[in-house]
């Protein structure tokens, strides 16, 4: 067994300074989607702000394994309908 750490990287750093004891990097690899969605589930929007960030997992060495990249990018459309939008509330 082997311990893996999870680190979040979203504008600032949030090391994982406990880790996780999983049997094997495929445990690893489904655990770190797992939290990525309870995280994702849990945000309160800021995911959208155009910002990317990563979940950069590690083991007991600090050897990085693999890391999980996100970034939401609105389509050029939406972008347009928002400022329209804001316009109009002037």
Excluded: C
């Amino acid at each position: 067994m082997t311990r893996y750490f999870f680190h979040v990287r979203d504008g600032q750093a949030l090391p994982d300074r406990i880790g996780t004891v999983l049997p094997s990097l495929v445990a690893a690899k489904q655990h770190a989607v797992h939290l990525t969605g309870q995280l994702l589930k849990d945000d309160t929007g800021a995911f959208w702000n155009g910002e990317e960030w990563h979940m950069e997992v590690v083991d007991e060495a600090g050897l990085v394994l693999f890391t999980l990249d996100f970034i939401a990018t609105e389509a050029p459309v939406m972008r347009v309908e928002r400022r329209v939008g804001e316009e109009r509330k002037e």
